[in-house]
């Protein structure tokens, strides 16, 4: 099997570039801010980041393809790297610390792509989280200075800590009595939204999270961080890993569970 280690190695490297590219626009007041065609915000630092990422890909691994939110696919391969510039944007642009870059690799396998690498950095909370397939899940200042991650052992809803980025898209989907039903079942719910909840599951800070929307680049590199971490990510209907166009994650103690709540309907 792989290793995968040169690959988390230049991870690394790419989110380094990241970082010093978002940090130095992070509060600019002169930051610009477009809207997209779906009517969510892109700053200059979300564009400028994504295009760090792709050059310092394009030398580094020229075979492999690309996928990016900002600039979208290119080429074709087994090996395909996914890239979410700013994880968080709205929190971005109006100086909240909650957002992150997001790398992964994903490589070609049975049933299609499947994250093998992971990073989530998060340098305005001076945070970072990673993953290769095979060799555990981390968070440190560093590979050198880094702590191993593993997921809860809460096996009652009743004492889980439930995480969620907000209401409205269960809602459109037909899913909040079942969701609201949830949310009285746990001792707590906090909704800490997009990247951190799932590295707060890794970590073992909560115990079950979900968002009924997201995009693959939302998802790749957070996939395989709980997973690496010993919990279970999945879509709502249940599928392992990050393809659903949503996303549950746990200590996978109380996946079914979740699962349940989730799917109920009125």
């Known amino acids: ?40 915000p892109v700053s200059e630092a979300d564009k400028a980041a994504e295009e760090l990422i792709r050059g310092q890909l394009q030398r580094a691994r020229p075979r492999d393809s690309v996928l990016g939110e900002e600039y979208g696919a290119e080429g074709t391969g087994p090996r ?4 979410d510039p700013i994880d968080g944007t709205k929190n ?20 299609g792509y499947h994250p093998v690498v992971g990073v989530v950095s998060a ?39 439930f995480a969620y980025s907000s209401l409205t898209g269960w809602e459109e989907q037909g899913r909040l009595d079942g969701f609201l039903d949830l949310t009285r ?12 909840p799932y590295m707060m599951v890794a970590e073992g800070a909560i115990d079950i999270c979900a968002e009924p929307e997201l995009s693959l680049w939302d998802m790749a590199a957070n996939a395989i961080v709980v997973t ?7 879509g709502l209907d249940g599928r ?27």
């Open 185 to 196: 079942q746990v001792w707590r719910t906090r909704a800490y939204g997009d990247f951190w």
């Open 80 to 83: 395909r790297w996914v890239i």
């Open 92 to 111: 971005y642009v109006r100086g909240v610390p909650v957002w992150a870059t997001l790398i992964s690799l994903m490589e070609a396998g049975e049933g």
């Open 240 to 266: 392992p890993g990050p393809h659903s166009g949503n996303a549950v994650a746990s200590n996978g103690l109380l996946h079914d569970e979740l699962l349940g709540y989730l799917n109920q309907r009125h």
């Open 123 to 161: 340098p305005a909370l001076s945070r970072r989280w990673w993953a290769a397939k095979g060799h555990g899940a981390f968070t440190g200042r560093n590979l050198t200075a880094a702590t191993r991650l593993r997921v809860s052992g809460v096996g009652k809803l009743a004492d889980a800590s």
């Open 1 to 40: 099997m792989p290793d995968y280690l040169d690959d988390l190695r230049l991870a690394h490297v790419l989110a380094d570039a990241a970082d010093a590219a978002t940090m130095d626009r992070f509060k600019a007041l002169d930051l610009k801010v477009e809207t997209k065609p779906d009517m969510t």
């Open 228 to 234: 690496e971490a010993g919990g279970t990510f999945t």
